[in-house]
């Protein structure tokens, strides 16, 4: 046997991982359980993509910079990129792919269109995402670094553009479509 591709899982000791090994792991991703073997060193974005073939999340950076993976782990928006696969074993996933509901696309997927919040597309997947993470963080009144009392619960109704520009600011657009993805959110939150 190659003890190289010896992987003991869960002991945290004399834990042997060689370039072969693969582990086992089982992840809900859009409702669905679905069981895998990765490589320890695989992303949670390359497992989505290339294990499941779930290619609406995208690879920009890879290196947690510009928020176009972004994806809900257990309904809170997460890099896909910055976190391995083995690390969110048993979790709940959702991805854009999860989104709509019965062929209707999700309030703010409309949202975006309606507003003409996106050029070349390939950010709107992580914008998307993390829009509606976001909008769940307002309403549970989280604050931001934009909120200007803090002292007090913070409100959706005060969900302002600069609110939005700032708990959006982890996701990049290269083609500069900020102020529509502002009011897509604008719509969307007000509509929530
Ligand atoms: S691809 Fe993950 S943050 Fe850019
Ligand atoms: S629409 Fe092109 S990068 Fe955002």
Redesign the pocket.
């Known amino acids: 046997m190659n003890p190289a591709a010896t992987v003991t899982r869960g002991t945290g000791e004399n834990t042997v991982v060689g370039d072969d090994a693969r582990v086992p792991i089982g992840l809900t991703v859009n409702g669905r359980v679905r069981t895998m073997t990765v490589e320890p060193r695989t992303t949670l974005?390359d497992a989505l993509r290339d294990e499941l073939g779930l290619t609406g999340t995208?690879?920009?950076?890879?290196?947690?910079?510009?928020?176009?993976?972004t994806v809900h782990v257990d309904g809170r928006r997460l890099?896909?990129?910055?976190t391995l696969a083995a690390m969110q074993d048993g979790k709940q996933i959702t991805t854009i792919e999860g989104l709509e509901r019965d062929g209707n696309l999700h309030a703010i997927q409309a949202a975006f269109i309606e507003h003409d919040g996106f050029q070349c597309g390939f950010c709107t997947p992580g914008q998307i995402m993390s829009a509606v993470a976001m909008i769940e963080e307002a309403k549970a009144d989280w604050p931001s670094a934009a909120t200007t009392d803090v002292g007090r619960p913070f409100t959706i109704a005060e969900l302002s553009a600069a609110e939005i520009r700032e708990r959006m600011s982890g996701n990049l657009c290269r083609c500069a479509c900020y102020p529509n993805i502002v009011d897509a959110v604008a719509e969307a939150a007000a509509r929530s």
């Open positions: 974005l995208k690879k920009a950076c890879d290196r947690g910079e510009c928020g176009a993976c890099l896909s990129c910055m």
